[in-house]
């Protein structure tokens, strides 16, 4: 009672009616503050459980795969891996597509390529370092992912976005271009940002680092360039007939 007191929240006695009233409404918005402050607190909880059982779900994923030689586990064998029910795996990954296109960003995250998909003509030119390097830090994961069914599979759940990001690129880069042409644009433009183009270099040429993202650059840049000059002309070789 002495703690209430102290906080002016108790009288020692009404003098007329109604005198507690305003106790009653301090005491109202205290409680409400404090419920407010417990729901937020388990909000915040059941966020970070579910994230955490997120990640393990992926983790046993990425395992498994390992393990398996790039074969794909069920979704069963999952869920014993990472100690959950099959329920708790399709209540975070509805589809297949889902969990493979999680697998490939837990990948991402875990062997450090946090580069992301370019969103401008610039931002294409700027990442290419970046990217590639992120690449050669992990080179024995990278070369699964492009080589294996799995990984192949986990790659081609970003293919909607790879597409509308190099698509985008193209339509700034040349907004005149047929859009037949400028899906050709677009597929080369993303064919040498990507850990096919880095693979080939690398076995083929020992091109790493430095010296394979001044290639990548290099030819990225001189496509832009005809991409922002072309105006309407097609994606096409332009080679002139001879006579006789």
């Given at each position: 009672m002495?703690?209430?007191?102290?906080?002016?929240?108790?009288?020692?006695?009404?003098?007329r009616p109604?005198?507690?009233?305003c106790?009653e409404?301090?005491?109202?918005?205290?409680?409400t503050?404090?419920?407010?402050?417990?729901?937020?607190?388990?909000?915040?909880?059941r966020r970070d459980q579910?994230?955490a059982?997120?990640?393990?779900?992926?983790?046993?994923?990425a395992?498994l795969?390992?393990?398996g030689?790039g074969?794909?586990?069920?979704?069963r064998?999952?869920?014993e891996?990472a100690?959950v029910?099959?329920v708790?795996?399709?209540?975070?990954?509805?589809?297949?597509?889902?969990l493979l296109?999680?697998?490939?960003?837990?990948l991402n995250?875990?062997?450090g390529?946090r580069?992301?998909?370019?969103e401008s003509?610039?931002?294409?030119?700027?990442?290419?370092?970046?990217?590639l390097a992120?690449?050669?830090?992990a080179p024995?994961?990278?070369?699964?992912?492009?080589?294996?069914?799995?990984?192949?599979?986990a790659r081609?759940?970003?293919?909607?976005e790879?597409r509308?990001a190099f698509?985008?690129?193209?339509?700034?880069?040349?907004?005149?271009?047929?859009?037949?042409?400028?899906?050709?644009?677009a597929?080369?433009?993303q064919?040498?940002?990507?850990?096919?183009?880095?693979?080939?270099?690398?076995?083929?040429?020992d091109l790493?680092?430095?010296?394979?993202a001044?290639a990548?650059?290099?030819?990225?840049?001189i496509l832009?360039?005809?991409?922002?000059s072309?105006?309407?002309?097609?994606?096409?070789?332009?080679?002139s007939?001879q006579?006789?």
């Open positions: 002495s703690d209430f007191k102290a906080l002016n929240l108790i009288s020692p006695r009404p003098e109604g005198a507690f009233s106790c409404c301090q005491i109202d918005v205290i409680y503050y404090i419920m407010s402050s417990v729901r937020s607190y388990n909000s915040a909880l579910a994230e059982t997120r990640e393990r779900i992926l983790a046993a994923m395992s795969v390992d393990e030689g074969q794909e586990p069920t979704n064998a999952v869920a891996r100690q029910t099959e708790t795996v399709y209540r975070h990954f509805p589809s297949r597509d889902l296109k999680g697998l490939w960003e837990h995250r875990q062997d390529v580069v992301g998909m370019p003509p610039d931002e294409l030119l700027a990442k290419i370092a970046p990217l992120s690449f050669d830090a024995a994961q990278i070369i699964a992912r492009v080589t294996t069914a799995q990984g192949r599979a081609a759940s970003l293919d909607p790879r509308e698509e985008g690129i193209v339509a700034r880069a040349a907004p005149k271009l047929p859009d037949a042409d400028r899906d050709k644009a597929a080369v433009l064919l040498l940002y990507s850990a096919y183009s880095w693979l080939s270099l690398r076995e083929q040429w790493q680092g430095e010296p394979a001044d990548i650059g290099w030819a990225t840049e832009l360039n005809d991409l922002k072309r105006g309407t002309a097609p994606i096409a070789p332009r080679v007939s006579k006789g």
